[in-house]
């Protein structure tokens, strides 16, 4: 796709826009457009970008700026235009140039064979004749068909019922590893169709369903349907936002300037995901092999089966073509697949089971969780007996009822999840499943926050939630307290020991040496433990108290702040979030936390029994960036910034000395106003002590 030659001068290019060797204008914008489309092909097809992603957003943004000052330089394969404002695209239905077919399966080296002597016959080739095949993942996300005219991106759609799918042009140009322009007229072809498949890496995946679990949304039951989901998202930025690739895996049709089809001038299936990785298109490179018979094809298919685990995607099989188009075209088609390609699937990694029962957990904040018992079942390599069922929306939605038959699927190292019951099963013993109204524990009555998926239990002292919090206290991430886990927990707390946090450092170690199973020894550790663990700093401290929505960078962040974790029950909600990445619903848990006497009473408690509630030296804030311009100075940023963004904005501010605020005061030393400042530029204004500033003028004083 790129000489080495030509890299290096993309690279050099973009350091010089990044250093403003040269100064953007009309006349080099091209220039900066092609080393944008380098960096994404480096970063979003190979993996492996060349620049920091701080210079590529700077790149970006200085493109995007000078196309919002000249509208007349944008040019619709620009890299600003994948993402287009158009939120209503509502979904045509669109005609493939050829149809979309399925596949053929195959399951072991028996059928691979079956399948390599069907090609012999149909190609009439003699018996022990070596046939090339080609065999890459059988990737797992949604299938799309890419239209390309004149070189560019004109077409994308969804697979639909293989003749006709859903038109989604605007979500294809919102990913980045779809070249909008590629130079397909270099090799004579001027409107092409590919073949490909949207998918979601793994480690995406687990973040996305991360964030929609904090927020309190449903979560995605695999990564396929994510990205089903994803393809027909009404904003493209969302699309976006899901972090979908897209692998292309064939060339489905081919063109010339007169309208011949030309797909036969390209000899084999190889040559053709060659050119297609040469015009800047991820296809699949360590996972495909050009395989010379059908026993490299099985070697490499099992090869893969064992190595699909540690895979960045999901993938539920290979799929094995046949490599010349000539042997090809002689296997021809059913209507349903072709006859020259087959997938061979994977070990299944589902099975299906009853659902025993459902039990309802009550966590450390009080949200209630049902949790299925199954009967056990091997799945994958594993024994599973119980998974979560998330909230009552995930046991509605699906049906379920206890005695029912259910499919449960374990994908990678996902967790394992119900992806369905089987109603066709029941035999009217089947029970609906009650949602409890009442906390399993203390049989308070449950409340549903608006917006929330999940019941909670807001009995602070529910015995269930206090367990819980006792157990999240000494954790790894919390306290720390090594050897004390669940199981120490359950049996002080029975013994009547154990009630509360403060317990945990008033335990008796002459009677936990005469418990059986203990003796002096365990006994003695655990007094080690927990007396390394009254040193900690107080940023552990604050995350083991289980205040909702706290977790261990808001503590950091939180504990840098105060030389005494008591000085945050002086904190305004204001101060708090001041402090970068903490929001209004943060700084209301920790101001309601420290408002409550019973909290202040037990760090009082705390403290007599030796635990430490002062800041460490080692959590102090990195120290203030003291010889930049703006060192000392409080900063402020108001209306809508064009030169760069908020987040951006502040950044460059700390790195020149200043501590961002976030209102107009007495304090505020410097105003940076962008587009429509408002109400905060008036108050600067009348206060007449406040420095206002352009963003320009911003970026000449920081010298950049
Ligand atoms: S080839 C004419 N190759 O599997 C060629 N399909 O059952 C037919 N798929 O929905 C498809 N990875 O989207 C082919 N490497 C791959 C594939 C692949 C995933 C999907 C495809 C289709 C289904 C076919």
């Known amino acids: 796709m790129y000489s080495k030659k030509k890299q290096k001068e993309l690279y050099e290019r973009s350091k010089d826009f990044l250093t403003d060797k040269v100064t953007l204008s009309a006349a080099n914008v091209d220039a900066l457009r092609e080393a944008i489309v380098y960096h994404e092909w480096r970063y979003y097809v190979l993996n492996e970008p060349v620049v920091s992603d701080f210079e590529y957003d700077q790149l970006y943004k200085k493109l995007e700026a000078l196309e919002t000052a000249h509208p007349k330089l944008v040019t619709p394969d620009s890299p600003t235009q994948r993402v287009s404002n158009d939120l209503t695209a509502d979904f045509p239905t669109v005609a493939h140039l050829i149809p979309m077919l399925s596949l053929d399966n195959s399951y072991n080296a028996e059928d691979l064979k079956d399948f390599d002597q069907r090609i012999h016959e149909l190609a009439m080739l003699e018996e022990g004749a070596d046939v090339e095949y080609v065999v890459e993942p059988k990737f797992d996300g949604g ?317 602070y002292a529910c015995e269930a939630q206090t367990l819980r919090r006792l157990i999240h206290h000494v954790s790894k991430d919390a306290m720390n307290i090594d050897g004390f886990g669940e199981k120490y927990i359950l049996r002080f707390n029975e013994l ?89 619903k943060v700084a209301n848990e920790l101001i309601d936390f420290f408002k409550k006497q019973k909290n202040l009473d037990l760090l009082d408690e705390l403290e007599q029994l030796g635990v430490n509630l002062k800041r460490l030296d080692s959590e102090m804030k990195q120290e203030a960036i003291t010889d930049g311009v703006f060192s000392g100075k409080t900063i402020l940023f108001t209306g809508k910034l064009q030169l760069m963004s908020r987040t951006d904005a502040k950044a460059r501010a700390v790195a020149a000395g200043a501590k961002p605020i976030s209102a107009v005061s007495g304090n505020l030393n410097i105003l940076v106003v962008g587009e429509k400042p408002g109400s905060k530029l008036k108050k600067a204004n009348e206060l007449g002590t406040v420095e206002v500033m352009t963003e320009a003028e911003f970026l000449e004083k920081i010298n950049i």
């Open 143 to 459: 299938s799309i068909a890419l239209v390309y005219e004149d070189d560019r991106l004109v077409r994308g759609a969804t697979r639909g019922n293989g003749t006709q799918g859903d038109e989604i042009t605007h979500n294809m140009r919102a990913l980045r590893s779809i070249p909008l322009k590629a130079a397909f007229s270099e090799h004579g072809i001027k409107k092409v169709e590919l073949r490909g498949e949207a998918i979601i890496r793994l480690d995406n995946f687990k973040r996305i369903n991360a964030k929609r679990e904090k927020e309190e949304k449903s979560v995605f039951a695999n990564p396929r349907n994510a990205a089903t989901g994803a393809l027909r998202m009404k904003d493209p930025s969302e699309t976006a936002s899901r972090g979908l690739e897209a692998f292309i895996y064939q060339l489905g049709y081919a063109e010339d300037a007169a309208g011949n089809e030309i797909l036969k001038n390209i000899p084999t299936h190889n040559e053709g995901i060659e050119m297609l990785a040469s015009l800047g298109f991820k296809v699949p490179v360590i996972e495909r092999k050009l395989c010379k018979n059908i026993q490299e094809v099985t070697d490499f298919c099992m090869e893969w089966q064992d190595k699909r685990e540690g895979y960045d995607y999901e993938i539920d099989g290979m799929v094995v073509k046949v490599n010349r188009l000539e042997i090809q075209e002689k296997c021809g088609y059913t209507s349903h697949h072709p006859r020259w390609a087959i997938a061979f699937k994977f070990k299944a990694k589902q099975a299906t089971t009853k659902l025993l029962d459902v039990e309802f957990q009550v966590g450390k904040i009080g949200q209630v969780t049902p949790v299925a018992k199954l009967e056990p079942v091997a799945l994958a390599g594993v024994t599973v007996s119980s998974v979560s069922l998330h909230n009552e929306d995930f046991i509605q939605s699906k049906d379920l009822h206890l005695g029912d038959t259910v499919l449960v699927e374990r994908a990678g190292d996902v967790i394992p999840y119900i992806v369905k019951a089987l109603p066709e099963l029941r035999d009217g013993s089947e029970v609906k499943i009650e949602y409890p109204t009442h906390c399993p524990s203390c049989k308070t009555e449950l409340v549903q926050p608006e917006g929330e998926a999940a019941w909670r239990c807001e009995n």
């Open 496 to 584: 009547g020991w154990l009630d509360t946090v403060a317990d945990i450092y008033r335990l008796d170690y002459t009677k936990i040496s005469e418990l059986e199973g203990f003796g002096q020894r365990s006994a003695d550790n655990l007094e080690a433990a927990i007396d390394t663990a009254k040193k900690n700093g107080i940023a552990r401290l604050l995350y083991s108290f289980s205040i909702p929505h706290i977790g261990r960078s808001v503590s950091k962040k939180v504990a840098a702040e105060v030389e005494d974790i008591r000085d945050l029950k002086t904190w305004t909600a204001e101060q708090l979030t001041d402090l970068s990445d903490i929001g209004p």
